[in-house]
C-alpha cells in the first residue's frame, strides 16, 4: 500500500516537473519572439536575452528540484545502481545549472545598477 502510494506520488512529481519546464519553455519561446519583433521596430536588447536566460534558467531548475524530488522517492523504493546514477547524474547538472544562473543574475544585477 506504502509502495504504490510512493510511486504514484513519484509520478505525479515528475509530472508536475515536465509541466514547470514545459510553462518555462512556453514563456521562454514568447520572450524571445517579442525580443526578435523588438529588432524590426528598433528595440530589441541583447539584455532582454540574458534576462530571459536567467528566468528560462530558473524555470529549469525548479523543474529539475522536483525532479530530483521524484527521484529521491524512486530511489528510496527501488535503491538500485541504475537509479543512484540518474540521481547522481541530475544533481550534478542542477548543482551546474544553479551556479552559472547564480552568475548570469549577479551580472545583470550588476549592469543594470551601472548608470547608462
Not at 519583433?37 to 524555470?59: C, D, E, P, Q, V
Not at 546514477?85 to 545549472?97: E, N
Amino acid at each position: 500500500m506504502l509502495n504504490s502510494f510512493l510511486n504514484t506520488l513519484a509520478t505525479i512529481i515528475s509530472v508536475t516537473s515536465f509541466l514547470i519546464v514545459t510553462y518555462g519553455a512556453f514563456i521562454g519561446a514568447i520572450s524571445f519572439l517579442r525580443n526578435e519583433i523588438r529588432r524590426f521596430t528598433g528595440g530589441y536588447s541583447t539584455i532582454n536575452i540574458r534576462k530571459l536566460r536567467a528566468t528560462f534558467g530558473t524555470y529549469l531548475l525548479l523543474g529539475l528540484e522536483f525532479l530530483i524530488a521524484s527521484d529521491i522517492l524512486k530511489t528510496v523504493l527501488e535503491p538500485t545502481l541504475n537509479e543512484l546514477a540518474i540521481l547522481g547524474g541530475i544533481v550534478v547538472l542542477r548543482t551546474i545549472l544553479s551556479v552559472f544562473l547564480n552568475k548570469e543574475i549577479k551580472e545583470l544585477e550588476t549592469e543594470n545598477k551601472e548608470p547608462v
